[in-house]
């Protein structure tokens, strides 16, 4: 597993490889301090400057996406955060923005009902929310960060 990990951190783009790293550091197969060992000198460099990508809190693939493309933009970013009375978010911007990675099983009529219940819970402690999907991520990132520094910046969409 070492051997592919390592291959892909030289041959897939960032993100991919970003992806692939947090996903075998969560189910346990590695660790950070053991990958960047066995990237020594400076032919490894950019695999390393993705090594730095990687905090091992996504719960899933679409999560180091979003997190990579918030802190791209230079937005202060917390991941897996546990807000009293509101429980973990996926991601805390800025302080005070929640924004939550929706996967097929919050299209669930148990799971829309705590959604909102959540959703409520933020508003009513001072807490912007936005809720994006996969294909909000992976298809629209520009309209996802333009809304996110939209709700930063305090506007309001008319």
Not at 9 to 16: D, T
Not at 45 to 68: H, M, Q, Y
Not at 89 to 114: A, C, N, T
Not at 131 to 153: F, I, S, T
Request: proline share 3%; aromatic share 6%; glycine share 8%.
């Amino acid at each position: 597993m070492t051997d592919i990990l390592i291959h892909g951190l030289r041959c897939l783009a960032e993100i991919e490889a970003a992806v692939m790293v947090e996903s075998a550091i969560r189910q346990g197969v590695t660790t950070l301090p053991y990958l960047h060992q066995r990237l020594p000198g400076n032919r490894n460099g950019a695999a390393r400057k993705v090594l730095d990508l990687v905090d091992g809190t996504a719960d899933s693939a679409i999560e180091v996406v979003a997190r990579l493309l918030f802190r791209a933009e230079g937005i202060y970013t917390e991941t897996q955060v546990d807000l009293p009375g509101i429980g973990f978010v996926d991601f805390l911007l800025e302080g005070f923005l929640i924004v939550e990675i929706d996967g097929r099983s919050h299209l669930e009529p148990r799971q829309v009902k705590k959604d909102r219940s959540r959703n409520n819970a933020s508003t009513l402690s001072g807490y912007a929310v936005l809720r994006y999907g996969y294909a909000d991520v992976v298809y629209n990132p520009e309209k996802v960060v333009a809304e996110v520094w939209q709700v930063l910046r305090g506007r309001v969409v008319r």
